[in-house]
């Protein structure tokens, strides 16, 4: 298995909404990723987790909460979230402190109404 | 984070070999140079990387010049399918260093 599945696909919500994003991976990396993408514009690193310690937080809004539960399964809890949250969020992983290349999900389409 | 410099788009024909060009001046002696692409409504693919040497795979070769400050991503013969969005990255190979920053790329348009 080379894949990052991300689910679910597409994602509506309303602001006083909570819900939850799930990636997961079965490739034995230990490092996992998330991303926010506006349109036309590069991805933008979120949260950074090293063997399923929270490693990096990009000053993210506190009203995105991330979770890895365990090595193969990453979250991103929303809640309370507003209108300009909407984006394509992007996770990914790799082998954790190696050089090699990241495997990325192909995202979930997040709108807030 | 040392940063990298694309043009914005690019144009080539079908079927013609791509010379993507990036400048990295910055660079520092550890990091490694990544390259990604994004396709339409899809996440990044991780395209190629290297250090020091030229380095080829079966997507792409990635020529590295002998100051590292500047590299280019060589598709061998364009398709429709390698339409994209191409990102030069750097990236530390320090313990701990697992941040991947994206800049703004190059839009890679394929002339049929």
């Known amino acids: 298995d080379t894949e990052v599945t991300q689910t679910p696909k597409h994602l509506v919500m309303g602001m006083t909404n909570k819900k939850s994003l799930k990636c997961e991976q079965h490739m034995g990396h230990r490092a996992m990723y998330w991303y926010k993408q506006k349109a036309k514009k590069p991805p933008e690193l979120m949260f950074v987790y090293s063997y399923e310690k929270l490693s990096i937080n990009e000053s993210v809004p506190s009203r995105f909460s991330p979770e890895c539960p365990n090595s193969s399964l990453l979250n991103l809890h929303l809640h309370a979230l507003q209108p300009e949250d909407s984006a394509l969020y992007l996770c990914a992983s790799s082998q954790a402190n190696r050089v090699e290349g990241y495997t990325f999900g192909s995202g979930t389409r997040l709108t807030v109404v | 984070d040392a940063k990298t410099t694309q043009p914005n788009s690019m144009e080539s024909n079908e079927e013609e070999p791509v010379h993507l060009p990036c400048n990295h001046s910055?660079?520092?002696?550890?990091?490694?140079i990544h390259w990604y692409r994004q396709l339409p409504s899809q996440g990044p693919e991780y395209v190629i990387h290297g250090l020091t040497s030229n380095v080829n795979n079966r997507m792409a070769s990635l020529a590295i010049a002998e100051d590292r400050k500047s590299s280019t991503l060589i598709l061998h013969r364009a398709t429709l399918r390698d339409a994209a969005v191409y990102y030069c990255?750097?990236?530390?190979?320090?313990?701990?260093?697992?941040?991947?920053?994206f800049g703004t790329g190059t839009r890679l348009t394929i002339i049929p």
């Open positions: 990255i750097l990236k530390g190979s320090n313990f701990g260093n697992e941040k991947l920053t």
């Open positions: 910055t660079i520092s002696g550890t990091d490694y």
